[in-house]
Protein backbone atom coordinates (compact mmCIF):
# COMPACT_ATOMS: atom_id res chain seq x y z
CA UNK A 1 0.00 0.00 0.00
CA UNK A 2 1.09 3.48 -1.13
CA UNK A 3 1.79 4.77 2.39
CA UNK A 4 3.00 8.33 1.63
CA UNK A 5 0.71 9.93 4.13
CA UNK A 6 0.99 7.38 7.00
CA UNK A 7 0.01 8.64 10.70
CA UNK A 8 -0.79 12.06 9.09
CA UNK A 9 -4.13 14.06 9.72
CA UNK A 10 -6.14 15.29 6.75
CA UNK A 11 -8.97 17.99 6.39
CA UNK A 12 -10.72 17.74 2.87
CA UNK A 13 -13.83 20.53 3.16
CA UNK A 14 -16.46 19.98 0.27
CA UNK A 15 -16.01 16.11 0.63
CA UNK A 16 -19.49 14.76 0.17
CA UNK A 17 -19.29 14.29 -3.39
CA UNK A 18 -16.93 14.58 -6.81
CA UNK A 19 -13.47 15.85 -6.15
CA UNK A 20 -13.40 16.09 -2.19
CA UNK A 21 -15.02 12.60 -1.84
CA UNK A 22 -12.47 11.22 -3.98
CA UNK A 23 -9.53 12.84 -2.30
CA UNK A 24 -10.63 11.74 1.03
CA UNK A 25 -10.47 8.25 -0.07
CA UNK A 26 -7.45 8.68 -1.50
CA UNK A 27 -5.56 10.47 1.55
CA UNK A 28 -6.81 6.97 3.25
CA UNK A 29 -5.80 4.56 1.15
CA UNK A 30 -2.12 6.00 1.27
CA UNK A 31 -1.82 5.67 5.21
CA UNK A 32 -3.44 8.67 6.62
CA UNK A 33 -4.31 7.95 10.32
CA UNK A 34 -7.30 10.32 9.78
CA UNK A 35 -9.49 12.32 7.48
CA UNK A 36 -11.70 15.04 8.71
CA UNK A 37 -14.85 15.81 5.91
CA UNK A 38 -17.18 18.49 5.57
CA UNK A 39 -20.09 19.04 3.92
CA UNK A 40 -23.10 21.37 4.12
CA UNK A 41 -26.17 18.48 3.97
CA UNK A 42 -25.83 15.83 6.86
CA UNK A 43 -27.31 12.93 5.61
CA UNK A 44 -24.95 13.67 2.28
CA UNK A 45 -22.02 14.00 4.58
CA UNK A 46 -22.95 10.40 7.06
CA UNK A 47 -23.35 8.62 3.90
CA UNK A 48 -19.65 10.04 2.63
CA UNK A 49 -17.87 9.16 5.86
CA UNK A 50 -20.04 5.44 6.18
CA UNK A 51 -18.62 4.57 3.10
CA UNK A 52 -14.47 5.57 4.00
CA UNK A 53 -14.75 4.17 7.44
CA UNK A 54 -13.61 4.37 10.67
CA UNK A 55 -10.55 6.67 9.83
CA UNK A 56 -12.85 9.17 8.16
CA UNK A 57 -14.64 11.88 10.57
CA UNK A 58 -17.62 13.97 9.33
CA UNK A 59 -18.16 17.89 10.62
CA UNK A 60 -21.11 19.51 8.74
CA UNK A 61 -19.95 22.82 8.10
CA UNK A 62 -20.92 25.79 5.65
CA UNK A 63 -17.80 27.51 4.90
CA UNK A 64 -19.46 30.61 3.93
CA UNK A 65 -20.80 30.83 7.92
CA UNK A 66 -17.37 31.95 9.88
CA UNK A 67 -19.13 30.47 13.18
CA UNK A 68 -19.18 27.33 11.72
CA UNK A 69 -15.68 27.43 10.37
CA UNK A 70 -15.04 28.19 14.22
CA UNK A 71 -17.21 25.30 15.42
CA UNK A 72 -14.90 23.03 12.54
CA UNK A 73 -11.81 23.92 14.11
CA UNK A 74 -12.96 22.99 18.12
CA UNK A 75 -14.22 20.04 16.65
CA UNK A 76 -10.62 18.86 15.31
CA UNK A 77 -9.12 20.19 18.49
CA UNK A 78 -11.19 18.46 20.93
CA UNK A 79 -10.42 15.44 19.45
CA UNK A 80 -6.83 16.26 20.43
CA UNK A 81 -5.75 16.35 16.42
CA UNK A 82 -3.46 18.97 15.22
CA UNK A 83 -3.16 18.46 10.71
CA UNK A 84 -0.80 18.10 7.78
CA UNK A 85 -2.46 18.79 5.18
CA UNK A 86 -5.72 21.15 4.73
CA UNK A 87 -7.11 20.46 0.75
CA UNK A 88 -9.52 23.50 0.90
CA UNK A 89 -11.81 22.33 -1.42
CA UNK A 90 -15.63 23.44 -1.10
CA UNK A 91 -17.01 25.43 -3.58
CA UNK A 92 -20.45 26.59 -5.42
CA UNK A 93 -20.88 26.99 -9.03
CA UNK A 94 -23.52 28.43 -11.05
CA UNK A 95 -23.75 30.61 -14.57
CA UNK A 96 -24.38 34.05 -14.62
CA UNK A 97 -25.28 36.30 -17.49
CA UNK A 98 -23.49 39.69 -17.68
CA UNK A 99 -26.64 42.52 -17.70
CA UNK A 100 -28.18 40.31 -15.19
CA UNK A 101 -26.13 39.17 -12.30
CA UNK A 102 -27.91 39.70 -8.50
CA UNK A 103 -26.26 40.69 -5.93
CA UNK A 104 -27.55 37.56 -4.30
CA UNK A 105 -26.31 35.08 -7.00
CA UNK A 106 -22.99 37.23 -6.65
CA UNK A 107 -22.78 37.24 -3.06
CA UNK A 108 -23.10 33.25 -3.25
CA UNK A 109 -19.95 32.59 -4.92
CA UNK A 110 -17.79 34.98 -3.29
CA UNK A 111 -19.01 34.26 -0.29
CA UNK A 112 -18.05 30.32 -0.26
CA UNK A 113 -15.59 29.95 -3.14
CA UNK A 114 -13.81 33.10 -1.98
CA UNK A 115 -14.37 34.59 1.80
CA UNK A 116 -15.34 30.74 2.83
CA UNK A 117 -11.65 28.98 1.57
CA UNK A 118 -9.65 32.27 2.86
CA UNK A 119 -10.89 31.99 6.62
CA UNK A 120 -11.65 28.05 6.43
CA UNK A 121 -7.10 28.55 5.63
CA UNK A 122 -7.12 31.40 8.25
CA UNK A 123 -8.58 29.81 10.90
CA UNK A 124 -7.61 26.31 10.73
CA UNK A 125 -3.92 27.70 10.29
CA UNK A 126 -3.29 26.93 14.42
CA UNK A 127 -3.89 23.61 13.81
CA UNK A 128 -1.47 23.11 11.09
CA UNK A 129 1.89 21.88 11.77
CA UNK A 130 5.49 23.11 10.36
CA UNK A 131 6.02 21.73 7.31
CA UNK A 132 2.33 20.76 6.32
CA UNK A 133 0.45 21.49 3.08
CA UNK A 134 -1.80 23.52 1.67
CA UNK A 135 -4.38 23.03 -1.39
CA UNK A 136 -6.58 25.29 -2.68
CA UNK A 137 -9.22 23.73 -4.94
CA UNK A 138 -9.40 26.87 -8.13
CA UNK A 139 -10.41 25.98 -11.65
CA UNK A 140 -9.54 26.12 -15.14
CA UNK A 141 -11.71 28.38 -15.75
CA UNK A 142 -10.13 31.37 -13.99
CA UNK A 143 -7.65 31.04 -17.51
CA UNK A 144 -10.22 30.38 -20.05
CA UNK A 145 -13.09 33.42 -20.04
CA UNK A 146 -15.72 30.87 -20.18
CA UNK A 147 -19.33 32.47 -21.49
CA UNK A 148 -21.75 33.24 -18.49
CA UNK A 149 -18.99 32.44 -15.71
CA UNK A 150 -17.47 35.61 -15.30
CA UNK A 151 -18.52 35.42 -11.55
CA UNK A 152 -17.35 31.49 -10.66
CA UNK A 153 -14.16 32.34 -12.76
CA UNK A 154 -13.24 35.41 -10.70
CA UNK A 155 -13.82 33.53 -7.54
CA UNK A 156 -11.29 30.83 -8.44
CA UNK A 157 -8.44 33.15 -10.01
CA UNK A 158 -8.87 35.09 -6.06
CA UNK A 159 -8.53 31.40 -4.97
CA UNK A 160 -5.19 31.01 -7.39
CA UNK A 161 -3.67 34.20 -6.47
CA UNK A 162 -4.38 33.06 -2.38
CA UNK A 163 -2.05 30.35 -3.54
CA UNK A 164 1.05 32.39 -4.46
CA UNK A 165 0.72 35.07 -1.06
CA UNK A 166 0.09 33.01 0.54
CA UNK A 167 3.16 30.31 -0.24
CA UNK A 168 5.13 33.69 0.66
CA UNK A 169 3.15 34.21 4.02
CA UNK A 170 3.86 30.94 5.26
CA UNK A 171 7.52 30.57 4.36
CA UNK A 172 8.95 30.66 7.69
CA UNK A 173 6.61 27.66 8.76
CA UNK A 174 7.70 25.85 5.68
CA UNK A 175 4.34 25.25 4.67
CA UNK A 176 3.59 24.87 1.30
CA UNK A 177 0.94 26.01 -0.70
CA UNK A 178 -0.21 24.87 -3.98
CA UNK A 179 -3.92 24.90 -6.25
CA UNK A 180 -5.20 22.55 -8.49
CA UNK A 181 -7.43 23.62 -11.42
CA UNK A 182 -9.38 20.88 -12.39
CA UNK A 183 -10.71 20.75 -16.35
CA UNK A 184 -14.40 19.81 -16.72
CA UNK A 185 -14.43 16.95 -14.40
CA UNK A 186 -17.96 14.45 -14.14
CA UNK A 187 -19.17 15.67 -10.31
CA UNK A 188 -22.40 16.44 -8.84
CA UNK A 189 -21.71 20.00 -9.60
CA UNK A 190 -23.02 19.76 -13.02
CA UNK A 191 -26.47 18.56 -11.43
CA UNK A 192 -26.44 22.00 -9.40
CA UNK A 193 -25.49 23.80 -12.51
CA UNK A 194 -29.22 22.51 -13.84
CA UNK A 195 -27.27 20.66 -16.46
CA UNK A 196 -29.36 18.06 -18.13
CA UNK A 197 -27.88 14.65 -19.21
CA UNK A 198 -28.55 15.69 -22.60
CA UNK A 199 -26.44 18.81 -21.40
CA UNK A 200 -23.72 16.82 -20.33
CA UNK A 201 -23.47 14.65 -23.22
CA UNK A 202 -22.77 17.73 -25.51
CA UNK A 203 -20.28 18.61 -23.20
CA UNK A 204 -18.47 15.25 -23.71
CA UNK A 205 -18.95 15.35 -27.50
CA UNK A 206 -17.45 18.81 -27.55
CA UNK A 207 -14.66 17.66 -25.83
CA UNK A 208 -13.48 14.58 -28.23
CA UNK A 209 -12.24 17.55 -30.42
CA UNK A 210 -11.30 20.58 -27.95
CA UNK A 211 -9.37 18.71 -25.56
CA UNK A 212 -6.28 16.39 -26.51
CA UNK A 213 -7.15 14.12 -23.92
CA UNK A 214 -10.73 13.68 -25.58
CA UNK A 215 -13.21 13.42 -22.54
CA UNK A 216 -14.38 14.84 -19.06
CA UNK A 217 -12.16 13.79 -15.60
CA UNK A 218 -13.30 11.76 -13.71
CA UNK A 219 -12.95 12.68 -9.60
CA UNK A 220 -10.24 10.26 -8.66
CA UNK A 221 -8.36 11.06 -11.64
CA UNK A 222 -8.18 15.04 -9.71
CA UNK A 223 -7.63 13.71 -6.32
CA UNK A 224 -4.51 12.00 -7.88
CA UNK A 225 -2.86 15.54 -8.48
CA UNK A 226 -4.59 16.65 -5.27
CA UNK A 227 -2.42 13.88 -3.12
CA UNK A 228 0.67 14.49 -5.29
CA UNK A 229 0.70 18.18 -4.35
CA UNK A 230 0.85 17.33 -0.79
CA UNK A 231 2.36 14.37 -0.74
CA UNK A 232 6.80 15.01 -0.23
CA UNK A 233 6.86 13.49 -3.70
CA UNK A 234 5.75 17.87 -4.52
CA UNK A 235 8.15 19.21 -1.60
CA UNK A 236 9.97 21.15 -4.13
CA UNK A 237 6.20 22.86 -5.35
CA UNK A 238 5.36 25.57 -3.94
CA UNK A 239 3.02 28.23 -5.07
CA UNK A 240 1.93 27.05 -8.27
CA UNK A 241 -1.53 26.14 -10.01
CA UNK A 242 -1.17 22.54 -11.20
CA UNK A 243 -4.20 22.58 -14.33
CA UNK A 244 -5.74 18.95 -14.53
CA UNK A 245 -7.46 19.71 -17.57
CA UNK A 246 -6.82 17.08 -20.38
CA UNK A 247 -4.78 19.93 -22.30
CA UNK A 248 -7.80 22.01 -22.93
CA UNK A 249 -6.61 24.80 -22.21
CA UNK A 250 -3.07 24.17 -23.04
CA UNK A 251 -4.26 24.26 -27.31
Do not use: C
Not at 139 to 166: E, I, P, Q
Amino acid sequence: MNSAFHNKTILVTGASSGIGFASAQAFLAQGAKRVYMTGRDANKLTTAVAALGENAIGVVTDVADLAQIEQLKTAIAEHGDTLDVIFANAGVAHYNHLGATNVADFDTLFDTNVKGLFFTVQTLLPLLKQGGNIVLNASMTSNKGSANLSVYSASKAAVRSFARSWANDLKDRKIRVNAISPGVTRTPIMEVMNLSEADIDQFAAYLVDAAPAGRMAQSDEIATAVTFLASNAASYINGIELTVDGGLTQI
